[in-house]
């Protein structure tokens, strides 16, 4: 009788893998952590994510799969890994000094964020539709409770239910799709499904399953009209929870859209293609649409984080090299771009009393200049508005589109992100055109903050003027 | 010299950067010396740039890459400057002027609290001008245009204390916004069309794969041309131009009269490899230019405040280059664009002066005799005057007689009469506004006790004030007085042919290519007598109604009063715009967001405010209330995609 030895390989899995152990660490280390010392816990977690970034620099190339098939470590799920860590290292060093003055900073908190990390970096490298959802399940159950982590704060725990609901129903959905694609044919690994649809013609089963798999996806990028969570989840969450959601989690839910579709699922691109163009079309749309009329700056960025999902999208529609690279080089701009908004916002807020509202920029400018001036840079990135590092993403994405036959696309791509130009410009006109609102004086910035801004600030600026480097890494990404 | 070509856009970027980062804890005579010697220096570079490109003759014409900016797969921008006879005279016009407006600002801007904000920003303009002239491919030209926009955004609105300038400084972003989508259309297309962005590439595969006329060619250059009308303020995208008065003179004269509204002429004239091959779209930018050129002229008759009078005209001047450009005459449309730079430069910084003299008065109505208190602002001004006018052998009536004789020589002869009959009101505005400001009887009271402080945001002051008017400090006239020598003598560098040499015609070979067979000595004559007659008959006529009979303008006003009413509200096309488009706009924004975010959701709970109020009471109430509100909207959303994915 032979004796089947699990294809175990824990070398591909050393990201996830390290983020889990420091997260277990975290957990203990809680216990013995006197009050005053948590923020020891916060440098733990990056030491563990810079460990685990590094895990994946070493994995660069090596194009390996595993555990019969079920997980890669090829350079795009690589490169996603290293956004997500990037974004939760960035997010830990905001959310420091943010939870200790909300009075919420408790060793958990950090260890709900690596936890969802490792589902992230999961999702990001499976290549088996169940282990997609095993990511997708790990990433969002921390997520709900955080989202919640203000417990004493009504709004937060609202976001925090609602989001858990919703997130519910959305992941049924999805697993319903991968019960019908399995049934259809036959397997839940994307390199066999591709093989099976090259040579089967398509069922309404099966037409059924990839739509709930799209509408799955659909939901945790925040595509419209599926997107109705996220400006109350947003608004209500924790800022520095927010921020982090708001990047990481799109950089992992659209790894496993771009390689669920455009690998597993060419032969059907006909149809999900157009049903994409549509969704990305609404969402660019209604997300622009929806934020010029926010006058509170969380909501605003959450209706701004749907638009960059239908930005994103266009690269899907696609279906090209270029379309991969492109989206990864978006969602790594788009992930430094965000933070440094969010930190900016963070830094101007005082103590455990937030700045949400656009009037209470004003004056910002005069007191904390350099803050401001990142907060425009930033705003400046996301509308897209040369050099920085969103302008050089949307050209890729729009470049991507033209390339292969979708211009109309590109051309609402562009319409949109001029309309988009004047919300982002809302705050910016208030810190630098207002006379200064009451209550600036003596608020510090945290160093910690101050860090995560400039290296996001810097990122920002360097993604838009010598992008040549990071264009070259997301070329390599090519999904296996 | 062609290796430090880099310095001359990097040194104002590097004045910026320091000042915007230290300029509060630095004294200001070290902001001053940083924003001023930075754009000095960058000036003395791009001397030497244009002196190896006039030495190097036909071959003129240098590709400087920077570094890779974005490669794609096959396809890659570089960061690329490119140096040929047209951009390196751009560069002059840019450094140059900018450096003497620097200047002036430092006296002008003296007294202003946000001394290191101005600098950072004027230096930033010069910049992103800078990155707009050299680019060698059209992504970076869009990226130089945006900044551009920017800059022009953040000056206008630099006293932003007064809600006007902070109104007008939306509105020039919004109206130039409109112009820049159809820019970045075009930019799509050209690369759809041609699969590169290099003006290299394009200019040589277009003429190789497209006829004359060929439909796409045409839809790339209007689609350009729509970025020139709202940069350059030509109809009907100009109403944000007279509004950007609001900044501070010295951005008047820089970004609103020198060098950044002329970038769409720049942009017309780089890209003529396409519009040569679009006939159809080289007439609609000369029609354009013409009509806008009579049209804002036409405002300009009736204007009181003498800065609006100068944006007026600047609009009308723009056209007049776009005329030269749109008649193929695009050496022609570059040469008055400099010479323009020159007058109408010296023409706003001369305004500015009595602005500083006046207390921030800019009303002509309130003007009037300062002739003998502010000597070099009166004669610098005078010169100024003269060459708008097309004055015999001052630089702005070769420029002008140029584009006119070359639109004649065209077969344009309609277009040609509004340009000579523009000409003629020009002559007449400009020197209504030199009497009523210099001449005439003094509106104002002398002042002996005190000596005026000077501001420049404009005050109204109402009834009869009293001021002590004086000269401006040395910082301030004399680069007026540069400037007015550049406005009497830079004509002689493009003379027409019956009078002598046409140095400019020469040296723009390499780009546009020979010149056209010489104009007929015969008509080369007429037209030239008939430009200097309107010129003349415009300044007699002034000079008959502000100075001679000053009853003549105030009858003629009450005589015809309605079209004076027209002119004077500037043909309502501002009212027109708001209830046409603004408000629409805003209320389908309203309409959609409505709709779509506050009856759907909303609707289902009465809002998060109300929720919160009702927790204690009705906690499962509003969870299970918007989370099933959203979830069936996600049911229906579910619903259409499955449905449309089986039914295809």
Redesign the interface.
């Given at each position: 009788m032979p004796i089947l030895v699990p294809d175990i390989n824990l070398r591909i899995i050393a990201p996830a893998l390290i983020v889990t152990v420091t997260a277990i660490v975290v957990l203990l280390g809680e216990l013995v952590t006197p009050a005053e010392r948590k923020r020891w816990l916060g440098y733990l977690s990056i030491a563990g994510l810079v460990v685990a970034a590094f895990a994946a620099f070493s994995l660069w190339g090596a194009n390996a799969s595993g555990f019969s098939g079920m997980v890669v470590a090829d350079n795009f799920g690589l490169f996603l890994t290293l956004t997500i860590a990037l974004s939760a290292a960035l997010s830990i060093l905001l959310s420091i000094p943010f939870i200790h003055a909300h009075e919420i900073d408790q060793g958990e908190y950090y260890v709900l964020l690596l936890a969802s990390v490792a589902g992230m970096i999961v999702m990001a490298t499976a290549t088996d539709l169940i282990v997609i959802f095993l990511g997708l399940e790990l990433l969002s159950l921390p997520l709900y409770i955080l989202a919640a982590f203000q417990r004493e704060d009504t709004r937060s725990l609202e976001a925090g239910i609602k989001y858990f609901l919703l997130g519910a129903f959305s992941s049924a959905f999805f697993l319903y799709g991968i019960a019908l694609v399995f049934g259809a044919t036959g397997t839940t690994n994307l390199a066999k499904i591709a093989a099976s649809l090259a040579q089967s013609a398509g069922s309404p089963m099966l037409s059924i399953g990839v739509g709930l798999l799209m509408v799955g996806f659909a939901f945790k990028v925040a595509l419209v009209p599926f997107h109705w969570w996220t400006p109350d989840v947003y608004d209500g969450a924790p800022t520095t929870v927010t921020a982090f959601m708001s990047v990481a989690v799109k950089a992992a839910a659209f790894g496993a859209f771009f390689r669920t579709f455009q690998f597993a699922l060419p032969a059907l691109a006909l149809d999900w293609r157009a049903v994409a163009a549509v969704l990305a079309v609404l969402t660019m749309t209604l997300g622009n649409v929806a934020a010029l009329l926010q006058s509170n700056v969380k909501r605003m960025l959450a209706y701004s984080s749907i638009a960059h999902a239908g930005y994103i999208l266009i690269a899907l529609v696609a279906m090209s090299a270029n379309g991969l690279s492109s989206a990864l080089f978006y969602l790594l701009a788009y992930t430094v771009t965000n933070l440094g908004a969010f930190g900016a916002v963070i830094a101007l807020s005082d103590g455990a009393r937030e700045r949400l509202e656009i009037k209470d920029f004003a004056g910002a400018a005069r007191e904390h200049p350099l803050v401001a001036l990142a907060l425009t840079i930033c705003l400046l990135s996301l509308a897209g508005f040369p050099p920085f590092a969103g302008f050089v993403g949307k050209f890729l994405i729009f470049g991507a589109a033209v390339e292969t036959g979708w211009a109309w696309l590109a051309v609402i791509g562009v319409l949109n992100s001029l309309v988009s130009v004047y919300f982002y410009l809302r705050p910016v006109v208030q810190m630098y055109m207002s006379e200064p609102a009451e209550g600036w004086s003596g608020i510090r910035v945290a160093p910690l903050v101050a860090l995560a801004l400039l290296i996001a600030v810097i990122s920002v600026i360097a993604l838009g003027v010598f992008p040549a480097p990071a264009i070259a890494l997301a070329a390599g990404g090519l999904i296996r | 010299m062609i290796n430090y070509l880099w310095l001359v856009p990097a040194l104002p970027l590097a004045g910026a950067a320091i000042n915007?980062?230290f300029s509060?804890k630095m004294p200001r005579w070290l902001v001053s010396v940083l924003g001023v010697g930075s754009v000095g220096l960058s000036f003395l570079v791009a001397l030497a740039e244009f002196f190896t490109v006039l030495g190097a003759g036909a071959q003129g014409v240098f590709n400087v890459s920077i570094?890779?900016?974005?490669?794609?797969?096959n396809?890659k921008i570089d960061v690329a400057f490119l140096l040929d006879p047209l951009s390196a005279l751009m560069l002059l016009g840019v450094t140059g002027v900018g450096f003497l407006i620097h200047v002036y600002s430092t006296g002008y801007m003296a007294e202003d609290e946000s001394y290191g904000r101005f600098f950072t920003y004027l230096n930033l303009f010069v910049f992103s001008m800078l990155i707009l002239v050299l680019g060698s491919n059209y992504?970076l030209m869009?990226?130089g245009w945006?900044?551009v926009g920017?800059c022009s955004y953040?000056l206008i609105?630099f006293w932003?204390?007064r809600p006007a300038a902070?109104a007008a400084?939306?509105k020039a972003?919004?109206t130039t916004?409109i112009g820049?989508?159809g820019f970045?259309?075009g930019v799509?297309l050209i690369?759809?069309t041609f699969g590169s962005l290099n003006f290299a590439d394009v200019f040589a595969r277009a003429p190789q794969m497209f006829q004359l006329g060929a439909p796409i060619i045409t839809t790339i250059t209007l689609l350009l041309f729509a970025g020139a009308v709202g940069k350059s303020a030509q109809l009907p995208l100009y109403v944000w131009l007279p509004d950007a008065m609001e900044g501070p003179t010295p951005v008047s004269a820089l970004i609103h009269a020198a060098t950044m509204v002329t970038a769409g002429v720049y942009m017309v004239a780089r890209s003529h490899v396409l519009f040569s091959l679009a006939p159809f779209s080289s007439e609609v930018v000369a029609v354009i230019g013409a009509v806008t050129a009579l049209f804002a002229a036409t405002i300009a008759l009736t204007q009181m405040d003498l800065k609006r009078v100068l944006a007026y005209s600047t609009i009308s001047q723009l056209g007049y280059m776009f005329l030269g450009v749109g008649v193929a005459a695009y050496g022609a449309g570059i040469f008055h664009l400099m010479t323009h730079a020159f007058f109408k430069a010296l023409l706003f910084l001369a305004a500015g002066s009595v602005m500083h003299a006046m207390n921030g008065v800019i009303d002509m109505r309130q003007l009037g005799g300062l002739r003998s208190k502010m000597r070099w602002t009166y004669i610098t001004f005078f010169a100024a005057a003269l060459a708008i006018s097309g004055f015999p052998l001052f630089s702005g009536f070769f420029s002008k007689d140029e584009i006119l004789a070359q639109a004649f020589e065209s077969g344009h002869i309609i277009l040609w009469a509004i340009g000579l009959l523009t000409a003629g009101l020009t002559a007449f505005y400009i020197f209504r506004a030199f009497f009523l400001t210099f001449h005439t009887q003094a509106r104002w009271t002398e002042d002996e006790g005190r000596k005026t402080e000077s501001r420049h945001s404009p005050s109204s002051v109402v009834g009869h004030p009293s001021f002590h008017p004086h000269e401006s400090p040395a910082s301030m006239t004399v680069p007026l007085a540069i400037l007015a020598v550049l406005a009497v003598v830079a004509g002689f560098v493009g003379m027409p042919s019956v009078m002598g040499p046409n140095f400019l015609e020469g040296f723009f070979a390499p780009v546009f290519g020979e010149a056209a067979a010489a104009i007929p000595a015969g008509t080369e004559w007429m037209l030239i007598g008939a430009s200097v007659a309107v010129g003349l008959i415009g300044i007699g006529v002034a000079y008959w109604f502000y100075i001679a009979s000053p009853e003549i303008p105030v009858n003629l006003a009450a005589q015809f009063k309605g079209i004076y009413t027209l002119l004077w509200n500037k043909y309502y096309v501002d009212e027109f715009y708001s209830a046409v488009f603004v408000e629409p706009g805003r209320r389908l924004?309203?309409f959609?967001?409505q709709v779509?975010?506050v009856q759907v959701?909303d609707g289902f709970a009465n809002g998060?405010g109300r929720a919160?109020a009702s927790?204690s009471g009705a906690l499962r109430g509003?969870?299970t209330g918007?989370?099933r509100?959203?979830?069936l909207?996600?049911l229906?959303?579910?619903v259409i995609?499955?449905g449309?994915?089986?039914l295809?």
């Open positions: - | 915007a980062i509060r570094y890779s900016w974005i490669p794609v797969g396809f992504l869009y990226v945006a900044l920017l953040l609105s932003f204390t902070a400084g939306k972003f919004i916004r820049d989508f970045g259309l799509i690369f759809v924004a309203m959609l967001w779509i975010d959701i998060l919160m927790f509003w969870q918007y989370a509100a959203y979830a909207l996600m229906v959303g579910t995609v499955i449309w994915l089986m295809r």
